[in-house]
């Protein structure tokens, strides 16, 4: 219904219904019009006549406003004209100054019952805090309405008394007639209006309770069940496992005397070495290569013959190798960075970006926001900020706004004005929300409207008041300008809210959105430069934002870490240099460092990331900001693991053999398990490829081409210049200058000087580490702290919450830093929340009408209905108030009650409400009954309708006047700026609407978690009215499009982890043919993993598509960690614990110093980055995943092995080498 102030509804039922006079009953108290007061309320004349009986028009005229009154009234048709009008000529006549009505106790308090729960839904506050002034009972209630009011407020004319009892001589009766409570069935209140309703009582069981997390409480102690069921696993399988290994001990004690009794007959008379080659041979492992599996057989014999090839031809490799990925990089001038959020994090054909289509072209797009945020400073962070409506404040407000007003933007040489893009859904004027507004956004206005009372006082009447109505024609909501308050208290409010609603456009790249981007560039520019110091100097906090902001910030991001990204990977040049050489020596080190070997490994790296990048750019895909800062060094990490590795290999072979025979044994010790690695690498990064999330998906695809990339040069121009720097180094030329050749010092032949003799770090592992780890408490130890390490990671794992903080993002000098804390910190509503109709039905066949609205008449369980019932529960469903209905809107703006609202002229067309034009001239200050529009009646009357809903053609033919109709005092139901957009009425004519829409607000959501949840909450909402009104309805936000890939993180980031997990297994088994050798790459790989996200959990790491990127990475690299160990492992001789010392000795050096070391450099640069983004996600994820990986490679790993890794092969001849021999070799 139109919201009448309470006088005036008064008035209407004296006069109106006859009151009953003093002299006697049926007379009555006063009649006719007699005069004004000097701010034009009418008056009326003070005759004690008896009611009369009103002619046809005039009582079709009552009936349509109050259709129960249907006898004599003390009424004339001027009288009610006027009350329409509210407006009428000053006569100079005796007026009536005040009246006394009398009414009891008893149905004073039940009136006040009744109405006291009555709510406005569009703000969701009681109708009495304004109507009554938020009174306790019916004696304030009434004595408020009572009030005479004072010139240019509103309220009534005259003063009236309310006394319960009249005067005996008077023969008049009290009013005590029958009140009913507004939850009565036969009133027909909607759920939004009256919380009592019958139409609140849902039929379905209440909303569950958030469901907390299972726990189980021992004694004061309390924790989650699944802490406690893996506690109990943990426990149950450790007593298992010392069980199991004291058992063994005890059986092994029992065998070992005959055993080393064998030993002893075995040991006498142990020959030394006698040879310099035996010697040698005793630093070297020894490998036993019948144990290679067929598969890797075929690898190392592949790799021995090709080894020769290259050493004869490095020329040829090197420029065949480096040609082919130069030939990819000719792509490069096709390459292009994707920066737009939506093409990046939004999955195509995902159902949010279907929705936003379908909302964007059938309705309209969401508007862009420009917003400033001016709050008072807390004397100390512990205070309470002070409140911010102040009359300098508000001033300070309006000078804010002139430069805003007042801001150009050039525009391919046109100059743009926030007039030219902003939202005006009323006419001329922007719908900005802002405080002034109340004052018609003119500083003049200030004064003479009352400064900041006339605030307060619009806070209580923004919807009822016309003094209260912004510029353009709508109420504003408080809570949209106001900010750092509680409940209703506006008066508290700390901070100023100012937003400009901007037109957008479905087509990014049109004009009006670039329009508007280059005044949201020129915004932000004033807000920095002029705004920021006027606000300071107030001593209060600017904070401000624009649509375009995240997108400028997130480009600038991209630059802002460049240096920390070089030095990190000059620091691992630097260190590759050093672990490549040998130990450095005064005389020899010019020779024997590895510099020019070692650039040439990471420009081979780069290499292939350009070739990655020019392949895909050649297809049109275009690169992403990931790509760019973490492929490079992700690639870089992965091979310099592979060149540490082949130049260590080739150092440790014998060195009185040819060089090329050296580079064929080393290849063949190594290439197996380089492949290996590198295979399951590129197999991990490619499963990211079927990530349906765009950003992973290219970063995958990217990285497992580049990965690829780089480990073919690796194996073919690294080999190369293996070959070259080995020849430079034996003809001694000096590193980096290979021109230049030293003179050998005669009789003394320093060839393979430093290259025969054990490294520091090599007799560590086999000297030190692999002993510690042999001893039997100490294996004990390992297994329980890694299995216990694994368990504490599942338990961590489940905090892990998915989302993305905006501030990590960006940069932390960044602006939005700021506005992104005030957001949570000020504002007291969420993003508005459209629930979205698709194909309605208003055919008066259908019962879809009443299956939406909320008013009388409509269906408990309709949408509408659930939804003002579902804002009962904020908590669990995140929606703030009932939704703003064009349909109950319209369906009250067509019916009879509203008379001054759905009106015809007597040709048929529209006639509007008597204050807008034509009926009243805009130059007219004050508009009453004008000759245009004397003979305008309403639509319809009740006998026209059918249960008051519209028939098909009256729904068809109204709709458009509705939805074009201005709201104003006389009719507010006007649908035009509200419900413009509300509505698409292409193809309407048919009985169906394509699309419509219900607005209302999610509750403020402050973290990530509150995003995902009012997401997951809407949807279900959605789902279950759906499924009850059998319509297609749907949840829209603005924000959904980008979480929606929250919803489902977990599914994603384990099914794909598994398959990189599944695929990295079935590479190992096919080249190792070896499941148990396989199983037990999976096992630490997936402990590795699991103790990873654990970490996260430690540094509150989300889960959103950067972790889910660093965890398939993370597989990737942990392979590193355990193939080359468990290789090592399965090709040397011996029992467990012999075997695992050699691969320690072996490989272990070259894992801790070219795979743990060289990472650890680099990470370690990355904390030092501006960017909070590669601090969280990259630094810590990183270090994490190296540390774990080197204790999981070089301490569990080679323990386990040395209990359960696999047994040798046994074949025959076994101790004979399988070594092809040089001359066997082409």
């Given at each position: 219904?139109?919201?009448?102030?309470?006088w005036?509804?008064?008035?209407?039922?004296?006069?109106l219904?006859?009151?009953?006079?003093?002299?006697?009953?049926?007379?009555?108290?006063?009649?006719?019009?007699?005069?004004?007061?000097?701010?034009?309320?009418?008056?009326?004349?003070?005759?004690?006549?008896?009611?009369?009986?009103?002619?046809?028009?005039?009582?079709?005229?009552?009936?349509?406003?109050?259709?129960?009154?249907?006898?004599?009234?003390?009424?004339?048709?001027?009288?009610?004209?006027?009350?329409?009008?509210?407006?009428?000529?000053?006569?100079?006549?005796?007026?009536?100054?005040?009246?006394?009505?009398?009414?009891?106790?008893?149905?004073?308090?039940?009136?006040?019952?009744?109405?006291?729960?009555?709510?406005?839904?569009?703000?969701?506050s009681?109708?009495?805090?304004?109507?009554?002034?938020?009174?306790?009972n019916?004696?304030?209630?009434?004595?408020?309405?009572?009030?005479?009011?004072?010139?240019?407020?509103?309220?009534?004319?005259?003063g009236?008394k309310?006394?319960p009892?009249?005067?005996?001589?008077?023969g008049?009766?009290?009013?005590?007639?029958?009140?009913?409570?507004?939850?009565?069935?036969?009133?027909?209140?909607?759920?939004?209006?009256?919380?009592s309703?019958?139409?609140?009582s849902?039929?379905?069981?209440?909303?569950?309770?958030?469901?907390?997390?299972?726990?189980?409480?021992?004694?004061?102690?309390?924790?989650?069940?699944?802490?406690?069921?893996?506690?109990?696993l943990?426990?149950?399988?450790?007593?298992?496992?010392?069980?199991?290994?004291?058992?063994?001990?005890?059986?092994?004690?029992?065998?070992?005397?005959?055993?080393e009794?064998?030993?002893?007959?075995?040991?006498?008379?142990?020959?030394?070495?006698?040879t310099?080659?035996?010697?040698?041979?005793?630093?070297?492992?020894?490998?036993?290569?019948?144990?290679?599996?067929?598969?890797?057989?075929?690898?190392?014999?592949?790799?021995?013959?090709?080894?020769?090839?290259?050493?004869?031809?490095?020329?040829?490799?090197?420029?065949?190798?480096?040609?082919?990925?130069?030939?990819?990089?000719v792509?490069?001038?096709?390459?292009?960075?994707?920066t737009?959020?939506?093409?990046?994090?939004?999955?195509?054909?995902?159902?949010?970006?279907?929705?936003?289509?379908?909302?964007?072209?059938?309705?309209?797009?969401?508007?862009?926001?420009?917003?400033?945020?001016?709050?008072?400073?807390p004397?100390?962070?512990?205070?309470?900020?002070?409140?911010?409506?102040?009359?300098?404040?508000?001033?300070?407000?309006?000078?804010?706004?002139?430069?805003?007003?007042?801001?150009?933007?050039?525009?391919?040489?046109?100059?743009?004005?926030?007039?030219?893009?902003?939202?005006?859904?009323?006419?001329?004027?922007?719908?900005?929300?802002?405080?002034?507004?109340?004052?018609?956004?003119?500083?003049?206005?200030?004064?003479?409207?009352?400064g900041?009372?006339?605030?307060?006082?619009?806070?209580?009447?923004?919807t009822?008041?016309?003094?209260?109505?912004?510029?353009?024609?709508?109420?504003?909501?408080?809570t949209?300008?106001?900010?750092?308050?509680?409940?209703?208290?506006?008066?508290e409010?700390?901070?100023?809210?100012?937003t400009y609603?901007?037109?957008?456009?479905?087509?990014?790249?049109?004009?009006?959105?670039?329009?508007?981007?280059?005044?949201?560039?020129?915004?932000?520019?004033?807000?920095?430069?002029?705004?920021?110091?006027?606000?300071?100097?107030?001593?209060?906090?600017?904070?401000?934002?624009?649509?375009?902001?995240?997108?400028?910030?997130?480009?600038?991001?991209?630059?802002?870490?460049?240096?920390?990204?070089?030095?990190?990977?000059?620091?691992?040049?630097?260190?590759?240099?050093?672990t490549?050489?040998?130990?450095?020596?005064?005389?020899?080190?010019?020779?024997?460092?590895?510099?020019?070997?070692?650039?040439?490994?990471?420009?081979?790296?780069?290499?292939?990331?350009?070739?990655?990048?020019?392949?895909?750019?050649?297809?049109?895909?275009?690169?992403?900001?990931?790509?760019?800062?973490?492929?490079?060094?992700?690639?870089?990490?992965?091979?310099?693991?592979?060149?540490?590795?082949?130049?260590?290999?080739?150092?440790?072979?014998?060195?009185?053999?040819?060089?090329?025979?050296?580079?064929?044994?080393?290849?063949?010790?190594?290439?197996?398990?380089?492949?290996?690695?590198?295979?399951?690498?590129?197999?991990?990064?490619?499963?990211?490829?079927?990530?349906?999330?765009?950003?992973?998906?290219?970063?995958?695809?990217?990285?497992a081409?580049?990965?690829l990339?780089?480990?073919?040069?690796?194996?073919?121009?690294?080999?190369?210049?293996?070959?070259?720097?080995?020849?430079?180094?034996?003809?001694?030329?000096?590193?980096?200058?290979p021109?230049?050749?030293?003179?050998?010092?005669?009789?003394?032949?320093?060839?393979?000087?430093g290259?025969?003799?054990?490294?520091?770090?090599?007799?560590?592992?086999?000297?030190?580490?692999?002993?510690?780890?042999?001893?039997?408490?100490?294996?004990?130890?390992?297994?329980?702290?890694?299995?216990?390490?694994?368990?504490v990671?599942?338990?961590?794992?489940?905090?892990?919450?998915?989302?993305?903080?905006?501030?990590?993002?960006?940069?932390?000098?960044?602006?939005?830093?700021g506005?992104?804390?005030?957001?949570?910190?000020?504002?007291?509503?969420?993003?508005?929340?459209?629930?979205?109709?698709?194909?309605?039905?208003?055919?008066?066949?259908?019962?879809?009408?009443?299956?939406?609205?909320?008013?009388?008449?409509?269906?408990?369980?309709?949408?509408?209905?659930?939804?003002?019932?579902?804002?009962l529960?904020?908590?669990l469903?995140?929606?703030?108030?009932?939704?703003?209905?064009?349909?109950?809107?319209?369906?009250?703006?067509?019916?009879?009650?509203?008379?001054?609202?759905?009106?015809?002229?007597t040709?048929?067309?529209?006639?509007?409400?008597?204050?807008?034009?034509?009926?009243?001239?805009?130059?007219?200050?004050?508009?009453?009954?004008?000759?245009?529009?004397?003979?305008?009646?309403?639509?319809?009357?009740?006998?026209?309708?059918?249960?008051?809903?519209?028939?098909?053609?009256?729904f068809?033919?109204?709709?458009?006047?509705?939805?074009?109709?201005?709201?104003?005092a006389?009719?507010?139901?006007?649908?035009?700026?509200?419900?413009?957009?509300?509505?698409?009425?292409?193809?309407?004519?048919?009985?169906?609407?394509?699309?419509?829409?219900?607005?209302?607000?999610?509750?403020?959501?402050?973290?990530?978690?509150?995003?995902?949840?009012s997401?997951?909450?809407?949807?279900e909402?959605?789902s279950?009215?759906?499924?009850?009104?059998?319509?297609?309805?749907?949840?829209?936000?603005?924000?959904?499009?980008?979480?929606?890939?929250?919803?489902?993180?977990?599914?994603?980031?384990?099914?794909?982890?598994?398959?990189?997990?599944?695929?990295?297994?079935?590479?190992?088994?096919?080249?190792?043919?070896?499941?148990?050798?396989?199983?037990?790459?999976?096992?630490?790989?997936?402990?590795?993993?699991?103790?990873?996200?654990?970490?996260?959990?430690?540094?509150h790491?989300?889960?959103?598509?950067?972790?889910?990127?660093?965890?398939?990475?993370?597989?990737?690299?942990?392979?590193?960690?355990?193939?080359?160990?468990t290789?090592?492992?399965?090709i040397?001789?011996?029992?467990?614990?012999?075997?695992?010392?050699?691969?320690?000795?072996?490989?272990?050096?070259?894992?801790?110093?070219?795979?743990?070391?060289?990472?650890?450099?680099?990470?370690?640069?990355?904390?030092f980055?501006?960017?909070?983004?590669?601090?969280?996600?990259y630094?810590?994820m990183?270090?994490?995943?190296?540390?774990?990986?080197?204790?999981?490679?070089?301490?569990?790993?080679?323990?386990?092995?040395?209990?359960?890794?696999?047994?040798?092969?046994?074949?025959?001849?076994?101790?004979?080498?399988?070594?092809?021999?040089?001359?066997?070799?082409?």
């Amino acid at each position: 219904m139109t919201k009448i102030v309470p006088w005036l509804l008064l008035l209407i039922l004296f006069i109106l219904s006859g009151v009953e006079a003093k002299e006697s009953a049926g007379y009555c108290a006063m009649y006719d019009i007699c005069g004004a007061r000097s701010d034009g309320k009418v008056l009326n004349c003070p005759l004690n006549i008896p009611a009369v009986k009103p002619d046809d028009l005039l009582s079709s005229k009552i009936q349509s406003l109050c259709p129960t009154i249907i006898g004599n009234v003390c009424c004339t048709e001027k009288q009610f004209d006027t009350l329409r009008s509210q407006v009428q000529q000053i006569k100079n006549n005796s007026t009536v100054d005040g009246i006394e009505y009398y009414i009891t106790d008893a149905f004073g308090a039940g009136l006040y019952e009744s109405c006291k729960d009555v709510k406005f839904g569009s703000s969701n506050s009681r109708a009495l805090d304004f109507l009554g002034a938020g009174a306790k009972n019916f004696k304030e209630w009434f004595a408020f309405i009572g009030q005479k009011a004072a010139n240019n407020l509103p309220g009534s004319p005259y003063g009236i008394k309310f006394s319960p009892v009249p005067p005996v001589s008077s023969g008049m009766r009290a009013m005590n007639v029958s009140a009913y409570s507004c939850g009565d069935d036969t009133l027909g209140c909607s759920c939004g209006d009256c919380p009592s309703a019958s139409s609140c009582s849902s039929t379905s069981a209440p909303p569950a309770q958030k469901s907390g997390s299972c726990s189980i409480k021992i004694g004061s102690l309390e924790a989650k069940c699944v802490d406690f069921v893996l506690a109990i696993l943990y426990i149950v399988l450790v007593s298992l496992f010392l069980g199991g290994g004291l058992l063994h001990r005890i059986k092994g004690k029992k065998k070992r005397p005959l055993t080393e009794a064998n030993g002893d007959r075995n040991s006498v008379n142990p020959q030394k070495p006698d040879t310099i080659h035996a010697q040698m041979l005793q630093t070297t492992p020894q490998r036993n290569w019948a144990h290679l599996s067929t598969v890797q057989g075929y690898m190392a014999n592949f790799y021995s013959k090709y080894g020769i090839w290259v050493a004869r031809h490095p020329a040829l490799v090197l420029c065949l190798s480096v040609s082919v990925v130069l030939l990819l990089c000719v792509g490069l001038v096709r390459f292009k960075v994707e920066t737009r959020p939506d093409k990046l994090w939004v999955v195509p054909g995902s159902r949010a970006a279907e929705e936003k289509l379908f909302f964007d072209t059938h309705l309209a797009p969401f508007y862009r926001i420009e917003q400033l945020i001016i709050a008072t400073v807390p004397r100390s962070p512990h205070e309470k900020a002070p409140g911010i409506l102040t009359d300098d404040n508000i001033k300070l407000l309006f000078d804010i706004q002139k430069k805003v007003d007042g801001l150009r933007a050039n525009h391919s040489g046109s100059m743009v004005s926030l007039t030219d893009i902003c939202m005006k859904p009323l006419g001329e004027d922007c719908a900005t929300q802002s405080l002034l507004q109340y004052f018609k956004m003119k500083q003049e206005n200030y004064d003479d409207f009352g400064g900041v009372d006339h605030v307060k006082y619009c806070f209580e009447h923004f919807t009822s008041t016309e003094s209260c109505l912004s510029a353009f024609k709508g109420p504003l909501d408080p809570t949209t300008a106001l900010g750092g308050f509680s409940g209703n208290s506006f008066s508290e409010a700390s901070a100023f809210i100012v937003t400009y609603p901007v037109d957008n456009a479905v087509d990014n790249e049109g004009n009006k959105t670039a329009k508007a981007v280059a005044w949201e560039k020129a915004f932000i520019q004033l807000a920095k430069d002029e705004l920021l110091p006027m606000v300071k100097s107030k001593s209060l906090s600017l904070s401000f934002s624009s649509e375009s902001s995240i997108e400028e910030e997130l480009k600038r991001e991209s630059t802002a870490d460049v240096i920390t990204i070089a030095i990190s990977y000059l620091v691992m040049f630097a260190y590759i240099s050093l672990t490549l050489g040998d130990s450095p020596r005064l005389n020899s080190f010019y020779i024997t460092s590895k510099v020019l070997l070692g650039l040439s490994g990471v420009l081979l790296v780069m290499l292939s990331v350009l070739g990655s990048v020019g392949f895909f750019s050649a297809i049109g895909m275009k690169s992403t900001l990931i790509i760019m800062e973490v492929i490079p060094f992700l690639v870089l990490a992965v091979g310099v693991d592979n060149m540490c590795i082949l130049v260590h290999a080739v150092k440790r072979q014998e060195q009185e053999l040819p060089l090329e025979r050296r580079i064929s044994d080393a290849l063949m010790e190594v290439g197996p398990s380089i492949t290996l690695a590198s295979l399951a690498e590129i197999l991990a990064f490619a499963v990211g490829a079927f990530i349906k999330m765009p950003a992973v998906r290219v970063f995958s695809m990217f990285a497992a081409l580049a990965v690829l990339l780089d480990f073919i040069l690796q194996v073919t121009a690294f080999v190369a210049l293996i070959v070259f720097d080995f020849k430079r180094t034996e003809d001694k030329r000096v590193d980096c200058f290979p021109c230049i050749k030293t003179p050998r010092s005669p009789g003394n032949d320093d060839k393979g000087v430093g290259q025969n003799k054990a490294g520091l770090l090599t007799r560590y592992m086999k000297e030190v580490h692999a002993p510690v780890l042999n001893n039997w408490a100490v294996k004990i130890l390992v297994i329980a702290f890694f299995f216990g390490l694994a368990m504490v990671g599942i338990a961590l794992s489940t905090r892990i919450e998915p989302g993305l903080e905006q501030q990590i993002v960006l940069p932390q000098d960044s602006y939005l830093q700021g506005y992104f804390n005030n957001i949570s910190t000020y504002l007291r509503i969420g993003p508005p929340l459209y629930f979205v109709l698709k194909d309605y039905n208003y055919s008066s066949e259908s019962r879809q009408t009443n299956q939406l609205c909320s008013i009388n008449k409509c269906d408990s369980n309709s949408l509408l209905n659930e939804i003002a019932r579902a804002s009962l529960t904020p908590e669990l469903s995140y929606i703030a108030k009932p939704a703003a209905s064009w349909l109950d809107d319209f369906l009250v703006w067509l019916s009879p009650e509203a008379f001054g609202c759905c009106r015809k002229f007597t040709n048929g067309t529209f006639c509007p409400p008597d204050d807008q034009p034509p009926c009243c001239p805009p130059d007219q200050g004050s508009c009453g009954l004008s000759e245009v529009c004397k003979d305008c009646t309403t639509c319809f009357r009740h006998a026209d309708l059918s249960s008051d809903r519209p028939s098909t053609i009256q729904f068809k033919e109204k709709l458009p006047w509705f939805l074009n109709a201005l709201p104003s005092a006389d009719c507010a139901k006007g649908g035009h700026g509200a419900y413009s957009s509300s509505v698409d009425l292409q193809g309407y004519e048919n009985g169906i609407i394509q699309a419509s829409s219900f607005r209302t607000y999610h509750t403020p959501l402050n973290k990530q978690a509150d995003f995902v949840n009012s997401m997951r909450a809407a949807q279900e909402f959605s789902s279950k009215v759906s499924r009850s009104l059998k319509m297609e309805i749907y949840p829209y936000s603005v924000f959904y499009m980008f979480f929606e890939q929250y919803l489902d993180i977990w599914k994603t980031a384990l099914i794909n982890l598994s398959i990189a997990i599944a695929a990295v297994f079935a590479v190992c088994l096919i080249i190792t043919c070896s499941f148990w050798s396989s199983a037990i790459i999976l096992l630490v790989i997936a402990m590795i993993i699991i103790d990873l996200l654990g970490v996260m959990a430690i540094f509150h790491i989300q889960l959103n598509a950067l972790s889910v990127v660093n965890l398939i990475m993370s597989v990737g690299i942990a392979v590193e960690f355990c193939v080359h160990i468990t290789h090592a492992f399965s090709i040397s001789s011996g029992d467990r614990n012999q075997r695992m010392k050699e691969a320690l000795g072996g490989m272990g050096a070259s894992v801790f110093s070219g795979i743990t070391l060289t990472k650890l450099v680099g990470v370690i640069v990355l904390g030092f980055s501006r960017s909070e983004v590669f601090v969280v996600y990259y630094f810590k994820m990183y270090l994490a995943l190296v540390l774990l990986g080197f204790l999981h490679g070089l301490v569990f790993l080679p323990v386990f092995l040395s209990m359960f890794g696999p047994a040798p092969r046994h074949v025959e001849g076994e101790r004979q080498d399988r070594r092809p021999s040089v001359s066997s070799l082409p």
